[in-house]
T-cell receptor, first 114, second 112 residues
């Protein structure tokens, strides 16, 4: 158990809909990272938040947005969903804000868009 | 964009064999991380490398940060069934804040 909690574990929704994925970081970690993993692919870095503020942005679509709340949990919002958005979405957390600190991953949310 | 090539894509090995996989890039990295992902789980950090030439072991696993800063390898000695999974490398550039670039993974399969 990495200490990073993601909910829900599975999500099935229709095209055009909007969903929210939630992540609770490890106790004491200030950084939260979101990644997308398509079938049999590596991980694509989406975005990082550190202590409530956006720290780094990767290949995140404009239809996607994220935020980190005062209690440090984070939400990833995916809107106008397309079939190609079906993927595993991972959240990771780390103590520091630098991107070379070791991050611990949650178990992921499997999103299926039908 | 930046590319990170991980090879091989998959490996079929006998239990007890040694395994070697590597990642290469056209760009210089200042950090290399090696993760393992089991089916249905998130990646788990195996080894972190922060200096060129660094050689670090974690049990039967050994990883090295290439002296050119453009590559890294991971070796697994005397493989066992629980080594099965997908191994990912991830590298971070010297400049910029784009986060880590991830390899596509090496799937390790142990032949019965």
């Amino acid at each position: 158990d990495s200490g990073v909690t993601q909910t829900p574990k599975h999500l099935i929704t229709a095209t055009g809909q909007r969903v929210t994925l939630r992540c609770s970081p490890r106790s004491g970690d200030l950084s939260v990272y979101w990644y997308q993993q398509s079938l049999d692919q590596g991980l694509q870095f989406l975005i990082q938040y550190y202590n409530g503020e956006e720290r780094a942005k990767g290949n995140i679509l404009e239809r996607f947005s994220a935020q980190q709340f005062p209690d440090l949990h984070s939400e990833l919002n995916l809107s106008s969903l397309e079939l190609g958005d079906s993927a595993l979405y991972f959240c990771a957390s780390s103590v520091g804000g630098q991107l070379n600190t070791e991050a611990f991953f949650g178990q992921g949310t499997r999103l299926t868009v039908v | 964009g930046q590319q990170l090539n991980q090879s091989p894509q998959s490996m079929f090995i006998q239990e007890g064999e040694d395994v070697s996989m590597n990642c290469t890039s056209s760009s210089i990295f200042n950090t290399w991380l090696w993760y393992k992902q089991d089916p249905g789980e998130g990646p788990v950090l195996l080894i972190a490398l922060y200096k060129a030439g660094e050689l670090t072991s974690n049990g039967r696993l050994t990883a090295q940060f290439g002296i050119t800063r453009k590559d890294s390898f991971l070796n697994i000695s005397a493989s066992i069934p629980s080594d099965v999974g997908i191994y990912f490398c991830a590298g971070q550039f010297l400049t910029g804040v784009l986060g880590f670039i991830w390899g596509a993974g090496t799937k390790l399969i142990i032949k019965p």
